[in-house]
């Protein structure tokens, strides 16, 4: 459940009440795209200078897809471990062999009970099957972030994790974006770029077929409705949300990500984006705040984006700061 955020301090993210309705009505359908952009940028512009001053480093994309037009460009090209962002290119890579007949959705994946990875997937569990259809491993992957859904798919469909990182190399806007196999059948998720993880969500859903619909449907319904940009729709039936969140906490720095991209049915527009944070100082004030920043910067670009509060609600509604279930800390898990 979400929560209000804690008494204004030096150490806690914040954002006072007429600067969230200041924000509101700038972002309103009456502006102008040009202000709103400006307005935009200026905004995430201080979320990004707030949490770098405690330390985090933040990561931050986003695109108007309509136009093509960069408006927040930050610390692109900053490695971040990714976490279950990486999932996207395993996502990605699945998704070319599909479309070359390589793989079928119908076909069946049958892995060992020592593949198996603790996590939130259905074959995560104890019990669960230990095969699946494609169509089935890769909605569990996406919608779930299951974990032995992505050891399994890089292992027994894309022939392991040395081979997904050849493919990845073939292409010179992935620099970055690589697993870290351990040896022949075990691997870390490794790391990604804010730049790289917004392009290869992009090119997820760059070509409207049935596996690239399946594929944002997985997403557009994942399980992570109170982490990030997802806890801040409104609900408005004209906005859809399709993305992927990496969540870790770890010694060598807690991890939180939220790459995706906004659909406006209503207007035709269409937003990407790509936040990452890392805060290698583990304290709960720290970690909230890079959480909390992923909310703050998901609300103004969903209002940018035309999602808005019913007129039943008032004024916009108050930022709210993650608290998150111990349920939804992920160790950095060897695959």
């Not at 986003?62 to 460009?73: E, H, K, L, P």
């Not at 004209?238 to 990500?257: C, S, T």
């Not at 944070?277 to 909230?288: E, G, I, P, Q, R």
């Amino acid at each position: 459940m979400n929560a209000p955020l804690p008494p204004q301090s030096s150490n806690t993210y914040h954002v006072q009440q007429n600067d969230m309705q200041s924000i509101s009505a700038l972002l309103s359908e009456k502006v102008s795209d040009p202000v709103k952009m400006a307005v935009l940028h200026y905004r995430i512009d201080q979320i990004i200078k707030q949490n770098e001053a405690a330390g985090i480093t933040t990561s931050v994309n986003i695109t108007d897809q309509r136009t093509g037009r960069a408006i927040v460009s930050h610390n692109s090209s900053e490695a971040q471990f990714a976490a279950s962002i990486n999932k996207l290119p395993i996502a990605w890579l699945l998704l070319q062999d599909l479309r070359d007949g390589k793989v079928h959705l119908s076909d069946t994946i049958t892995w060992q009970a020592s593949d198996v990875r603790g996590g939130y997937g259905t074959y995560d569990q104890a019990g669960a099957p230990l095969s699946g259809t494609v169509e089935e491993v890769l909605h569990d992957m996406l919608n779930k972030s299951g974990n032995t859904a992505v050891r399994a798919i890089v292992n027994y469909e894309l022939g392991g994790a040395t081979a997904v990182n050849n493919r990845l190399a073939a292409y010179p806007q992935l620099v970055e974006t690589r697993l870290q196999p351990l040896d022949a059948t075990r691997f870390y998720l490794g790391n990604s770029t804010s730049a790289e993880s917004l392009w290869i969500m992009q090119q997820l859903q760059k070509t409207h077929d049935s596996y690239e619909k399946i594929m944002q449907h997985d997403m557009a319904t994942n399980i992570f409705v109170s982490f990030g940009v997802r806890s801040q729709l409104e609900g408005n039936s004209y906005i859809e949300l399709a993305n992927k969140v990496g969540i870790l906490d770890d010694p060598d720095g807690n991890n939180r990500h939220d790459v995706g991209v906004i659909y406006n049915s209503k207007t035709g527009g269409s937003y990407a984006y790509s936040f990452m944070t890392t805060n290698f100082d583990s304290t709960s004030v720290a970690t909230m705040q890079a959480e909390a920043s992923l909310q703050q910067m998901g609300r103004d670009t969903l209002r940018t984006a035309g999602d808005k509060p019913a007129k039943s609600k008032g004024t916009a509604p108050q930022a709210q700061a993650l608290k998150t279930q111990d349920a939804l800390r992920n160790k950095k898990i060897l695959y």
